[in-house]
């Protein structure tokens, strides 16, 4: 992967990562989907502990958005606030994490 080029542009303090995630409501994933790109927008929640990112998508337990995760875990991510846009680099879909709706915060 090519590395970033403006390297005075990354954003690596957590309290402002925690605000712009706080800031945006839907994130978009770029999936693999076979042979071209699939961009979708998202809601999502997430978590930041100890430097570590992990960014939780909503979604059904089936449909076209699962089968390409599964096929390929390599993924896109762009986040747009108005003031703060951002691309993740180096993400991957690592688990598929099912909740039932009993137990999920409405």
């Not at 945006?24 to 699939?38: F, H, K, M, W």
């Not at 979708?40 to 390409?68: A, K, Q």
């Not at 680099?89 to 999920?104: C, F, G």
Request: glycine share 8%; proline share 4%; aromatic share 10%.
């Amino acid at each position: 992967m090519t590395e970033m080029r403006r390297k005075d542009r990354r954003v690596t303090d957590e309290a402002l990562i925690d605000s712009i995630l706080k800031e945006c409501g839907v994130v978009r994933i770029g999936l693999y989907d076979e042979d071209r790109i699939y961009v979708v927008p998202v809601n999502y929640g997430y978590t930041y502990e100890d430097g570590r990112l992990s960014i939780y998508f909503h979604g059904g337990r089936s449909g076209h958005r699962l089968d390409c995760i599964r096929r390929n875990p390599k993924a896109g991510f762009v986040i747009d606030t108005g003031k703060w846009s951002f691309l993740l680099r180096k993400p991957a879909i690592s688990r598929i994490i099912t909740i039932p709706l009993s137990e999920a915060a409405l």
